[in-house]
């Protein structure tokens, strides 16, 4: 399949970075797009025995021949950007659209000193919102202005359909997650645009019919961080005794818990077509699932699990997250002939 596309289905946070890199590798995916907001994403990738939390180079980095890009749509912090590029080593084969868009200090300032923003909303402080608030108002900088941009801009939109229509295989990979979008979320307490698929492909420049696969990523269990409506949720103190206590890849903040949400599944379901699904942390929910292979090495409750969420979602759950690497993974896609 030569184009897949990979957004998450709840708040954020649902291992969207494990997916991609495991994908990146498995499917020896010849370019990788990263859509989205911007830095206020992070995505947690364990390779080779070390964890990278990246909020802007896309998560495929771990597979050494793939092309990296950023999509037209996505805010650049260039400062965070060329660390990254150090980091991951993936100076000569990443790509930056000509018409990202560009944050600088006075949106970071406006984002950190808004009590809306920061006091009510809890945004990530990265500045986000206000980059794209001028975005709108014509007034922002974009990536070709900058000249320590230079060298890695290129025309993205034309060189992921480029290899589309050559038959490549293509990752797309989405940030954050559906209810968060600025449009479908629990608005007031959202992003800063779409997070949905449809906004996925708009930010990178594809169309609907050049996507074969959308893979929607959900946790075994909900997880969000700053304001907003959290159905079920349970304590902090219930969560560290259950194991799903966790703090915010890229911020440091507290995530908030609750379970698995049928109802949000469904409706990010309906938001997202998806053609498959993912299943991350089943590990944290069932510790005897740790480090399986296939469905069948899974505990007899985890596997009652992932088939009440296909019977009640009506798509295949084809990836199975049991551990925190990226090799770390149930891939039944072969079995269930979707390869």
Not at 311 to 338: C, F, H, Q, W, Y
Request: hydrophobic letters at 40%; aromatic letters at 6%; glycine letters at 10%.
């Amino acid at each position: 399949m030569p184009c897949t596309a990979v957004v998450g289905g709840f708040f954020g946070d649902e291992g969207k970075g494990k997916i991609i890199s495991y994908l990146a590798i498995a499917d020896s995916i010849a370019v990788a797009a990263r859509g989205g907001v911007g830095p206020n994403a992070a995505h947690t990738v364990v390779f080779e025995n070390r964890e990278y939390r990246l909020r802007m180079v896309p998560s495929a980095f771990v597979n050494p021949r793939t092309r990296l890009l950023i999509g037209a749509g996505v805010l650049i912090d260039v400062d965070m950007l060329l660390k990254e590029i150090e980091l991951t080593g993936t100076r000569g084969r990443i790509g930056v659209d000509y018409q990202c868009g560009v944050i600088e200090a006075k949106h970071r300032d406006l984002d950190r000193k808004s009590s809306h923003l920061r006091g009510k909303v809890g945004t990530t402080g990265t500045g986000c919102g206000p980059a794209n608030a001028d975005r709108a108002l014509r007034v922002l900088r974009l990536a070709r202005d900058i000249p320590a941009l230079q060298p890695l801009l290129t025309d993205v939109a034309g060189e992921v359909n480029e290899a589309i229509d050559a038959g490549k295989p293509v990752l797309l990979e989405g940030t954050q997650g559906t209810f968060l979008s600025l449009y479908h979320g629990t608005y007031p307490y959202v992003t800063s645009k779409d997070t949905t698929v449809s906004a996925l492909l708009s930010d990178i420049g594809v169309g609907s019919k050049k996507v074969d696969d959308v893979i929607v990523v959900f946790k075994s269990y909900v997880t969000r961080v700053g304001g907003g409506p959290l159905e079920e949720e349970i304590s902090e103190e219930e969560a560290k005794r259950r194991g799903w206590f966790e703090i915010a890849a890229g911020t440091g903040r507290k995530r908030r818990a609750a379970p698995f949400s049928f109802k949000l599944a469904k409706r990010a379901v309906l938001l997202n077509t998806p053609t498959q699904l993912a299943l991350t942390k089943i590990d944290i929910l069932f510790p005897a699932a740790r480090g399986a292979t296939s469905l069948e090495q899974l505990p007899p409750e985890a596997k009652q699990f992932v088939e009440r969420i296909e019977n009640e979602l009506k798509v295949p759950v084809t990836l199975i997250g049991t551990g925190p690497g990226a090799s770390e993974i149930i891939d039944r896609r072969r079995e269930l002939g979707l390869l």
